[in-house]
């Protein structure tokens, strides 16, 4: 009888292994090395795909597939989700999104720096209607919130206005945002105070999102805009990421510190996480070299202001004062990106460009060349101010995610900033690859399942059965961020393949012009 039972046992066991070593697949990726996103150590083996999941990870040489992709010499890992980008406005002009895709991202998650559409419903019925070849997260935006009920005053809003704008962050939470940004240098954000912030974020973390900071200084007040961005997650008791980590003049190599900071909140029982893009420039408006007083109301009122000589000098000599501070001589570290109002500026720096005025190089006269641009409608700006060995030792921080900063490039438009096109090929080529100071496995956790852990974005950022098909199939020893300050518009080299939900969306080093992105709801997330 024992017998019989053991027999029984085996035959069932062995009609098992055969049934599986006959399975059918989509997709199979054969003879890569794997890096499942964990930070592990690469293994060979082989994915098989069915629909849009991962099926299977191991040996699947006896099984066959509808599309069986070598990836013999390549690394098989998770499609990589960008925590910081700001796609609004761009969905339209490149649904393709080719800056994310050739870099190897298949989620993004935008609304960042305290600007995002209001209407989270609506905006994801949009994309819907679209379809991008990425996915899409969405964060509700704090300036965008404060704007809609106060406009761009500097003013504190009262209990009823208040009320209105916990009201749209809680409407956003049950449609679907990850969160909460701030972006406390932009008007009107920065007119807000911290209990303001805190009673905000406290919207959002009753349905369990993460409040995602820029930060109201990122140079000589930097601690305590460290301090505030902690202390808003610790009042509103909710996970904190703290938005593109970085330090200017006259702080440069004082990110240590600013890490023991991250440090003691976590020893604290906080979650406190940040993210980095990998260069030593910035990029953002003209307008955060302004005095923030002269922002109050917003363009029309700045021109207001100007046009009257006192307030005109007041801006000049406090302008002067701030560039002390940070031990600068000229503007020729803020380079114009995108000039709608001059377009001939594009590429150029503050200090070129005012002497291109015939005025003399001092930093009166630029700051002059400077309200000029103001005039015009301002401009985007990269600003040279940081310092390489702070990028590299945030960057070896363990709990620092890779980001771009970045929307949907349109190819050839402007001098943007090289980030929205290279950042994560530049963390593997320059950073792991030839300075060997993370590990590759390392890079990919960072680009994978730590953004997935700490923006609760499910079944993804691992591969592992079960989970979405979100894949890059990618060759270590070529892949290569091609996009410079100079010569921006190139696209990363050295993907050849990338998946989305299962979809082959890179084919051979080539977007095929695939659009499978979906809809990424956050964990409050009401289905009406």
Known sequence: MIKKKLYAIFLLVFIAASCSAQQHFDI????????????????????GINKNKIVSIGDLSKNKADKIIDATGLIIAPGFI????????????TPTADNFIYDGVTTVITGNCGT????????????????????????????????????????????????????????????????FSTGLIYTPGLYSKTPEVVALAKSAAKYHGVYASHMRNETDKIFDAIAEAIDIGRQAGMPVEISHFKVGLPNWNCSADMIAMVEKARGEGLDVTVDQYPYTASSTTLNVLLPDWLQDGGHDSVLKRLNDPMIHQKVVTEMIADMKSRTREHFDYAVVAHCDGDPSINGKNIMQINIAKGRPPTIPDEIETILDITKTGSASMVFHGLNEADVKRILQYPLTMVASDSGIRLFGAGVPHPRGYGSNARVLAYYVREKNIIRLEDAVRKMTSLPAQKFRIANRGLLQPGMFADIVIFDAGTVKDQSTFEHPHAYSTGFKYVLVNGNITVDNFKHIGTRKGVILHGPGYQQK
């Open 116 to 179: 995002s559409n209001t209407n989270i419903e609506q905006y994801f019925k949009f994309l819907d209607s679209i379809k991008l070849s990425v996915n899409v997260a969405t964060l509700i935006g704090h300036n965008s919130v404060r704007e809609a009920v106060l406009g761009k005053a500097a003013k504190t809003p009262n209990d009823a206005q208040l009320q209105k704008m916990q009201a749209i962050v809680e409407q956003a939470m049950r449609d679907g945002a990850v969160g």
């Open 82 to 93: 960008d925590v910081h980008t700001h796609i609004e406005g761009d969905e339209k002009k």
């Open 28 to 47: 199979i990726l054969k003879n890569g090395k794997v890096i499942d996103g964990t930070g592990n150590p690469w293994f060979y083996g082989d994915v």
